[in-house]
């Protein structure tokens, strides 16, 4: 028969007493290790945590907290779980946090206002230090909450920052900008515009890409086609045969993001279409399979991995009472100009 893991407390709870036994060390040492991991060693961190984890030692947050002590619990709030852009930033996120002791508190809004002020009064139950929050059209009610909250917000993937939230992110109006006058400088005079799900960062592309045109004295109304449906490779290529059913002269599409781009060259491909001779395909946001089409695929590679860091970073210097280098953290973006266009 398997010895039972030991319980020093009465609730049956694993506690740092029993972790400090194993490792060898005080219970002090344990309490540093996981409070203020700076203070101890690596190697000695590691063993503890490893312990730790032997022992299902699930520390008591809430209580620390409402003792006065820190609960080492950050509230992450991305949209979408399934989009690589938000998980690679999280994987940024998590790289920064992690070895400092907090545990992210990860929140789904599927891209929805309403779902954000649901989840924040979910998660703000569990009296986090700090909140990083992807882009800022909160709800009224949202942003007055932020304020009575006393702990200090992050917002992420935009560059936009209202007086006491600093933000890390980069220009989305500068990207669509960009590529729109990509396009434009590469000779093409139909340059339409697709998109999907909506979202405030998809719009400020939007409003880039009609700046350029106007400012090249292309830009046709007609030539843009949004809808508010998820994004995905198949809407892609349904998207794509819908735009050149109803503006078939067009001689270069630019996609709000590469899941759709990549979806319109597979359908090129099947119509026999010849990218780009016959029509020109970009994206946004460079995903690893943008580098490996055929042809290879025209987009904007973001920073989320290295903006998930920053605003960690961000976070825990403002944690530590002290203010950030900038309220403002443009991160910038990168034209990567292949084949498709």
Excluded at 212 to 231: F, H, I, N, Q, T
Excluded at 311 to 323: F, H, I, N, V
């Amino acid at each position: 028969m398997r010895s039972r893991k030991p319980r020093s407390s009465s609730t049956g709870r694993v506690t740092m007493a029993d972790i400090a036994k194993l490792a060898g060390v005080s219970t002090i040492t344990v309490s540093r290790a996981f409070k203020k991991p700076d203070l101890v060693t690596e190697d000695l961190r590691k063993r503890i945590f490893t312990h730790a984890q032997e022992l299902g030692y699930v520390p008591n947050r809430v209580a620390s907290a409402l003792a006065g002590a820190p609960s080492m619990n950050v509230v992450v709030l991305i949209p979408s779980m399934t989009n690589m852009v938000f998980v690679e930033m999280l994987a940024g996120i998590h790289e920064v946090l992690y070895p400092r002791g907090y545990q992210m508190l990860i929140g789904v809004t599927r891209y929805s206002p309403l779902e954000e002020e649901r989840l924040l009064q979910t998660y703000l139950e569990f009296l986090p230090d700090g909140l990083l929050l992807t882009g800022t059209d909160h709800l009224p009610t949202t942003w007055s909450r932020l304020e009575s909250l006393g702990r200090p917000v992050v917002h992420m993937m935009e560059n936009e920052s209202r007086e006491g939230y600093p933000c890390v992110g980069f220009s989305q109006f500068d990207g669509g900008y960009a590529m729109a006058k990509h396009l434009v400088d590469r000779g093409y005079k139909r340059i339409a515009f697709v998109a999907a799900q909506l979202d405030p960062r998809t719009l400020a592309r939007a409003e880039g890409y009609r700046q350029a045109l106007r400012d090249a004295g292309l830009y046709d109304p007609k030539r843009e086609l949004m809808v508010p449906d998820p994004s995905s490779i198949s809407m892609g290529a349904n998207l794509l045969d819908r735009l050149l059913t109803d503006v078939p002269d067009c001689d270069a599409v630019f996609f709000c993001n590469d899941d759709l781009a990549q979806g319109a060259l597979f359908q090129c491909h099947r119509r026999k279409i010849d990218v780009p001779k016959q029509l020109a395909i970009t994206g946004f946001n460079d995903l690893p399979a943008s580098a490996w089409t055929s042809p290879t695929l025209t987009t904007i590679a973001t920073p989320r991995y290295q903006i998930g860091r920053h605003a960690a970073t961000t976070l825990l210097t403002l944690l530590e009472g002290e203010e950030p280098e900038a309220q403002v953290t443009d991160l910038g973006f990168s034209l990567m100009a292949r084949e498709s266009s």
